[in-house]
């Protein structure tokens, strides 16, 4: 159900953002700043669901972790053991890719946040462009870093 959400929301912002676009070349004659602020929150919204997401899998590979460290504890079967230590790297490696996950997200979430307007509204004043750029930045890197370390 999360993921659907997740892909539902970012569906929206595609859609928002697509609007954007048209309205910036006169093709539809409203206002963009409207789909801008809509098209921002769908990708808030995303975020925030795919942060949970991350954050489930965090959880899940920590509970992973440790029923094999307790099989490991009572095991004598060298070739079990074996097996449950290379599942272990595994579920650490993989863990680290989730953490990666999770800093991405919350780089991204600060320019959904500043394009939604949340930041006027609660603080009175948007994110200086500095800080959108540099969560932008983190979170560019770290998807270039990800897809080049993918197999």
């Known amino acids: 159900l999360l993921q659907i959400l997740n892909r539902l929301f970012f569906m929206l912002y595609w859609g928002f953002d697509n609007m954007v676009i048209l309205c910036t070349i006169k093709f539809i004659k409203k206002d963009k700043a409207q789909y801008n602020r809509l098209g921002c929150t769908s990708?808030?919204?995303?975020?925030?669901?795919?942060?949970?997401?991350?954050?489930?899998?965090?959880?899940?590979?920590?509970?992973?972790?440790?029923?094999?460290?307790?099989?490991?504890?009572?095991?004598?079967?060298?070739?079990?053991?074996d097996t449950l230590r290379n599942k272990l790297n595994k579920i650490r490696h993989g863990r680290n890719e989730i953490y990666l996950n999770i800093v991405k997200t919350l780089g991204d979430m600060i320019a959904a946040l500043n394009g939604s307007e949340i930041p006027q509204k609660l603080l009175n004043k948007s994110f200086n462009d500095g800080f959108v750029g540099v969560g932008g930045f983190l979170s560019a890197v770290i998807t270039s870093c990800l897809l080049y370390t993918s197999p």
Do not use: A
């Open 43 to 81: 990708w808030l919204l995303g975020l925030v669901i795919g942060l949970v997401i991350n954050v489930r899998k965090m959880m899940n590979s920590y509970y992973e972790e440790m029923k094999i460290d307790n099989t490991l504890k009572h095991s004598t079967n060298e070739t079990q053991n």
